[in-house]
Nanobody, 126 residues
Framework: VQLQASGGGLVQAGDSLKLSCAAS????????MGWFRQAPGMERDFVGT??????????YYAESVKGRFTISRDNAKNTVYLQMNNLGPEDTAVYYC??????????????????WGQGTLVTVSS
């Protein structure tokens, strides 16, 4: 299984950025696809997740990004996206995509994601 995250970069506060995560080696549509981020010296935090269609297909977000970030997925392309709007310096982190097949209640916890991408760095300057 491989998850390849891309799209990170250096942006200014208020800008937008869209991350992509291309998956291979798994039946993409059967997995919840999550995004996490890790700032320097901090723990890896939940950003949001796209629930597999077989479990309802909803999306869930951390309170800190709700209304600014949007997750979408294209099962035909085995790709999940993270659209980030109105970015602020507090969003600076390495962003990781991950795949999980656990029950819905566990999809906000990193420990329940079996497969991880390598991360892409997002830096937001003030």
């Amino acid at each position: 299984v491989q998850l390849q995250a891309s799209g990170g970069g250096l942006v200014q506060a208020g800008d937008s950025l869209k991350l992509s995560c291309a998956a291979s080696g798994l039946t993409f549509r059967t997995y919840h696809m999550g995004w996490f981020r890790q700032a320097p010296g901090m723990e890896r935090d939940f950003v949001g997740t796209s629930i597999r269609s077989g479990s309802g297909g909803a999306t869930y977000y951390a309170e800190s990004v709700k209304g600014r970030f949007t997750i979408s997925r294209d099962n035909a392309k085995n790709t999940v996206y993270l659209q980030m709007n109105n970015l602020g310096p507090e969003d600076t982190a390495v962003y990781y995509c991950a795949a999980s097949s656990v029950a819905l209640s566990g999809t906000t916890e990193a420990r329940n994601y079996k497969h991880w991408g390598q991360g892409t760095l997002v830096t937001v300057s003030s």
